[in-house]
């Protein structure tokens, strides 16, 4: 976008639940609320050991971690630049949040690992609050200026909390590329028989639900259906659809249906490649002349 340059630092959260569980958190254990007549497919549920949310703070991470069981592997889908200024989440914001859109995931990265160096203590940050600004009105809100007291990347934040952390640089409302999916099914071949993996974007929606119900195709492709493994997440999700088409005219539209057809592609994908092996995506989609 024209604005990628200029970008400016929003707050990720609502600061007055900076102590909570993160936005949307839920969890593969949690009984599915139904509200048609028939009954969701369970089959593998229980036994996904996944959980998806929102961005968190050091103090939501270790509350949500509290409702996990075993060694948790924390999938980071966001492309966006984003650390965390004193305890809390900041990420600089351009139009439709494509501030890194081109940009690789080494890129972003040290552009992160930069912007923590850079702020030292008592140096002065501007941080406005997430909502006014994606929703066109960032100038109606003053920034708060935040004298920085303490500054990380998400990984440390992470890994202090005791868990693994994996980086998938996905752009917001879109699908994620070829070899976005392939360091994915490499993590997810990685993981030990007992992990646990927690999937988060920004507000735990749109990516994250697209990435839990990937996690759910590689374990159950061979025993749930498509349309079964996409309703049980958009119950958990509290009905985010990611085979849904946005109304027409709408600028996500186009890529709402170019991530419904790839979540088709890679049903197909994992039927052949359960857990994701033995191909990678990509090497699929060559052996398949897709």
């Not at 509350?63 to 592997?73: K, M």
């Not at 994606?134 to 909390?161: F, L």
Request: hydrophobic share 40%; glycine share 6%.
């Amino acid at each position: 976008p024209a604005d990628a340059d200029s970008a400016v630092g929003i707050w990720d959260i609502d600061l007055k639940l900076a102590n909570a569980l993160p936005r949307n958190f839920r969890t593969t254990d949690e009984p599915l609320e139904a509200n048609k007549s028939e009954a969701p497919v369970t089959t593998g549920l229980r036994n996904l050991r996944a959980s998806g949310s929102g961005e968190f703070t050091p103090k939501g991470l270790k509350l949500l971690l509290a409702r996990t069981r075993g060694p948790v592997t924390v999938f980071d889908l966001r492309q966006e630049t984003h650390i965390f200024v004193n305890d809390l989440p900041v990420s600089w914001y351009a139009s439709r949040d494509w501030a890194n859109v081109g940009r690789s995931q080494s890129d972003v990265e040290a552009d992160e690992t930069a912007r923590v160096a850079s702020l030292k203590p008592g140096s002065k940050l501007d941080v406005r609050p997430g909502h006014p600004v994606k929703h066109g009105n960032g100038n109606s809100v003053p920034p708060h200026q935040v004298t920085v007291e303490r500054a990380s990347i998400e990984r440390d934040v992470v890994q202090r909390a005791g868990a693994s952390y994996v980086r998938i640089t996905v752009t917001d409302h879109t699908r994620p590329l070829d070899d976005e999916v392939d360091r994915f099914v490499l993590a997810v071949r990685a993981l030990s028989e007992n992990a646990w993996a927690h999937f988060h974007c920004e507000a735990g929606l749109g990516r994250t639900t697209t990435f839990m119900v990937l996690f759910d195709i590689l374990r159950n492709a061979n025993r749930v259906t498509l349309d079964d493994l996409v309703g049980r997440q958009k119950i958990l999700s509290n009905g985010y659809d990611v085979l849904q088409p946005n109304e027409p005219g709408n600028w996500k539209a186009p890529y709402a249906a170019e991530r419904a057809a790839f979540v088709r592609a890679f049903y197909e994908y994992a039927r052949a490649n359960p857990n994701g092996r033995p191909q990678l995506w990509s090497e699929w989609l060559k052996s398949a002349g897709q």
